[in-house]
């Protein structure tokens, strides 16, 4: 299916009540040679403060993901995998229920690719994404490589391809503001922070674990009985602990050297690695569960065994690495999850992880090794700790189909759409709660003849959380668990089962007029101009046009948090006619209706096009949200307005415009 052109970025601003086009994105190019067959292009671009640009990762059901398009590939070249990119910002957004990843500042985009026709000199590349800070700009913009001459050319309009072998490379200087730089090192200390902070607790779970556990007074009673002082017992028992630490580090440290520090990033939205990665929780889980073991080899075990026996330090170290494999069974599952996650954020998230685990485990070797008296207040091994081994097998395996989620998102399949998703998570958790509460017994648990008071409300805990999903196969947001489940848009009842959304009975939708349609809180929209003109013409009532995108947050905002104002909806509802044109909409026009715009010399291909296309030339502007009240005549009744999250200046908007209707 042939991707959208989209249109050139622009910026609306209003002085004095006129709109104004500014461009808050910058683009350069140049193009570096490889080999005989290979080149590199490169794109650079510096991004106004306070805007943001979608990555090519940024997750699906967001904002629109940066595109790089061939136009001219076909028996000539082919691209090299996907696009490097330089770093990008996460974050999560509650209007979309997913994570984003953008650039912020700058952005610089190298794709290799590999030539196959060597009478072809030129390489045409279409980049499309979109920028948003209050309102969102779809953006395109076309460059011309001269493979011959090197050189690059930015080309305005894809009827202009016109290649000048004199044009110098572009080179790229980094106009960046200081203050931008800054914020993004507080993003990335913020994501290295909250990585730790998992990992220790991760950390702490493995600690009580069967594995790992009973080896602490084993341990620590060595390193005392074995050393001479006191002091030496503890100095020993410090440098186990370090050692374990150093043991970690060392694996997330090959981690990122093996993979690169964003090579991971990349994967994490590859359906194929979220596909993988589900596989392999669902055996770690199994593997929690009961099911078997996951062990490394025997011989590991033995060889590092009589290392350890050297002493020393040398000797502690190799202490350090038999706990390791040991407990590789227990551990294992928690590590690779935690791996693999920390990785997906890239840098040295995993060196990070690692640290944090590490260094839970090895904290009471240590403390412990310094305060023998404390072992006496250690609760004894027993079949709590495969209680614990179990839970967090339950907790793999519900996490493991955020990732079976994942690739469906992007395929767009919807396999596990929301309800699916939920209906497994109730069935996972509610199973957790009666394992807890005794009434399901596993392979390896110990008779039980009654609970603790710890398990008692572990198993409340757990049950609350059941029910509480409940809802949300009804249509309750869920924002305890925002992120994990798909959004509600992705379900089979996307505003909620019999709960007044958008689904319609036949005899209802029979009472909307031709060619609409219902759309936020149930306000009858059109979504053709034309169609929308001439109906409000035969109802006589004013028309507001509202240039919008599915992929617009603010967009989103205005609909949830200012349209769903009782006073805002009335008036949308009952006073006026609705339209609404999506200007990222997909869908191909026919090709008779394709046509080249006048304004900006651009293919107009696609419905979202001829949408975009219609605003920049009437209205002078291209961002979303862009509201205008209109007469029957198509004159507008006070100045159109953007994005504007204050109930009451919108109302006034609203009502302003309508009293000059009815003059």
Not at 407 to 419: F, K, S, T, Y
Not at 516 to 541: C, P, Q
Not at 648 to 654: M, R
Request: aromatic share 12%.
């Amino acid at each position: 299916m042939k991707k959208t052109a989209l249109l050139f970025f622009l910026l609306l601003s209003f002085i004095a009540g006129k709109a104004q086009i500014i461009e808050p994105v910058k683009w350069t190019s140049k193009i570096e040679k490889k080999s005989d067959t290979e080149y590199v292009l490169i794109f650079n671009a510096t991004i106004e403060e306070n805007w943001h640009m979608y990555s090519q990762f940024s997750a699906d059901g967001g904002g629109l993901p940066l595109e790089v398009e061939f136009n001219n590939a076909e028996n000539n070249f082919e691209a090299v995998g996907k696009a490097e990119e330089s770093e990008t910002h996460k974050e999560y957004n509650d209007i979309f229920e997913v994570e984003e990843t953008f650039f912020s500042n700058k952005a610089e985009l190298k794709q290799t690719i590999k030539v196959s026709n060597p009478d072809n000199t030129i390489v045409q590349v279409g980049l499309y994404y979109q920028v948003c800070k209050e309102s969102c700009i779809q953006g395109e913009n076309l460059f011309v490589f001269n493979l011959k001459e090197l050189t690059s050319q930015e080309v305005k309009s894809f009827e202009e391809i016109i290649v000048q072998p004199e044009t110098n490379k572009s080179e790229v200087k980094d106009s960046s503001p200081a203050t931008g730089d800054d914020n993004k090192k507080k993003d990335d200390e913020r994501g290295l922070f909250t990585i730790f902070i998992i990992a220790f607790f991760s950390g702490f779970a493995a600690l009580l674990t069967p594995c790992v556990f009973p080896m602490i007074p084993m341990t620590v009673s060595f390193f005392t009985k074995q050393s001479k002082t006191k002091a030496a017992g503890i100095k020993n028992a410090f440098i186990y602990g370090i050692s374990i630490i150093v043991i970690y580090v060392v694996l997330g440290s090959l981690v990122t050297a093996i993979f690169g520090a964003d090579a991971l990033n990349a994967l994490s939205t590859n359906v194929i690695f979220n596909i993988a990665f589900f596989v392999l929780l669902v055996v770690f889980a199994s593997s929690f569960l009961g099911a078997f073991e996951i062990m490394l080899p025997n011989s590991w075990a033995n060889k590092v065994d009589r290392q350890a026996d050297r002493g020393g330090i040398i000797g502690i170290l190799f202490m350090a690495l038999a706990l390791a494999i040991v407990s590789f069974s227990c551990t294992g599952p928690i590590v690779g999850t935690l791996l693999v996650e920390a990785a997906s954020k890239g840098g040295i998230a995993p060196i990070v992880g690692m640290f944090g685990f590490s260094l839970a485990l090895a904290l009471p070797f240590m403390l412990f090794a310094m305060f023998p008296g404390w072992l006496n207040s250690l609760p004894k091994s027993g079949g709590w700790l495969n209680t614990v081994k179990v839970f967090l097998g339950f907790l793999e395996l519900a996490f493991a189909f955020k990732f079976l989620s994942n690739a469906d998102l992007v395929l767009q399949m919807h396999i596990l759409e929301r309800e699916t998703f939920l209906a497994i998570w109730i069935a996972v958790f509610g199973v957790l709660s009666l394992y807890l509460f005794g009434k399901i017994t596993l392979p390896h648990d110990s008779p039980l003849q009654s609970i603790s008071v710890g398990r008692l409300f572990m198993g409340l805990l757990t049950l609350t959380f059941t029910i509480y999903l409940i809802p949300g196969l009804w249509g309750a947001p869920l924002k305890l668990i925002s992120g994990f489940p798909p959004p509600m848009h992705y379900s089979e009842s996307p505003h909620g089962f019999g709960g007044g959304g958008a689904v319609v009975s036949s005899s209802e939708d029979t009472k909307l007029p031709k060619g609409a349609k219902l759309g936020a809180h149930n306000i009858i929209a059109f979504e053709d101009y034309a169609e929308g003109l001439a109906y409000a013409k035969e109802v006589n009532k004013p028309v507001m046009i509202d240039f919008t995108g599915y992929a617009c947050v603010n967009c989103r905002k205005m609909e949830d948090y200012v349209w769903s104002d009782e006073r805002i909806m009335s008036i949308l509802k009952n006073d006026i006619v609705l339209i609404s044109l999506y200007v990222d909409y997909k869908k191909e026009l026919p090709e008779s209706e394709k046509y080249i715009s006048e304004t900006t010399g651009k293919k107009i291909e696609t419905i979202g096009n001829k949408w975009s296309d219609f605003e920049i030339t009437r209205y002078k502007a291209n961002a979303q949200p862009y509201y205008v009240l209109i007469n029957l005549e198509e004159e507008n009744l006070n100045d159109p307005v953007g994005y504007t999250p204050d109930v009451e200046e919108y109302l006034e908007w609203l009502q302003s415009g309508i009293a000059n209707f009815e003059k």
